[in-house]
């Protein structure tokens, strides 16, 4: 894992933002995986601009989210493909039919998890896996106790989660209380990871899945698994990490980085 710290959310934004733009310049049908949440809204609108002033061009880049409520219609406001169509798709010029969600209201739920699993293995896996991280530690929606080496599959949300959502809806008692997640084996598959996190909030929870002991507990620690796995965070979100001093002394000095300083 490495740590990269930087002096606010706006910095972080912009730092992943770069990444993307990176892996996508170089592999331009990048299998991309993306992640939803409010740390992400800013994210996009960058990359949008990227698309609208620098011409970044995901024509042919495939992309896969790493969940969705079950039982919200994909035109519902609330589900996570009517986000993905508002803060990215609708302003990139991505081919819809290359952007994936499961599916919250399949006839056959696991049948859709199982079919999911195949089409990201169809398409040669996910090149580089955007995650946040919630305030339970989840990654994706694998909440306290998911197996390392899950898979795609329908998940119960914890009070945590959905006292951390439920805001968002209008009336927050609609929160659906199930999700389909990528597994934290799905993740791990991943070639790369860029986890971003920003805000005191997630001072804590940062602090345990960088520096804590692997547990399925906190299934943001799996991350300490992965051959490379970047931590974006500001410094707010970075403020009880132990090492901050050398993880910005491994940013400042190594080579690798040098465009992003
Ligand atoms: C949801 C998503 C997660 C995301 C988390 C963080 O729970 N399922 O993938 O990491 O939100 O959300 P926020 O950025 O709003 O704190």
Redesign the pocket.
Known sequence: MEVIIQKNAEAAAQLTAALIGDALRLKPNLVLGL???????RLYGILAEKHQREGLDFSLAVTFN??EYIGLPAADPNS?RSYMNHYLFNNINIDPRNTHLPNGTAHDLDAGCRDYEETIRDHGGIDLQL?????TG????NEPLSAMRSRTRCKA?TPG?IA??AP?FEKPEDMPKR?I?MGVGTILDSRRCIML???E??ADIVAKAVEGPITSMISATALQLHERCTVIVDEDAAAKLTQQDYYRWIFQNEPEWEPYR
Do not use: P
């Not at 992640?35 to 809204?41: N, S, W």
């Not at 995650?131 to 305030?135: A, N, P, T």
């Open positions: 992640a939803t949440g409010r740390t992400m809204e790493l969940d996570y995650l946040g991280i919630g305030v989840h990654i994706g929606f949300l989660t951390q959502n968002q999700a997640t996190v920003t805000g909030s997630k």
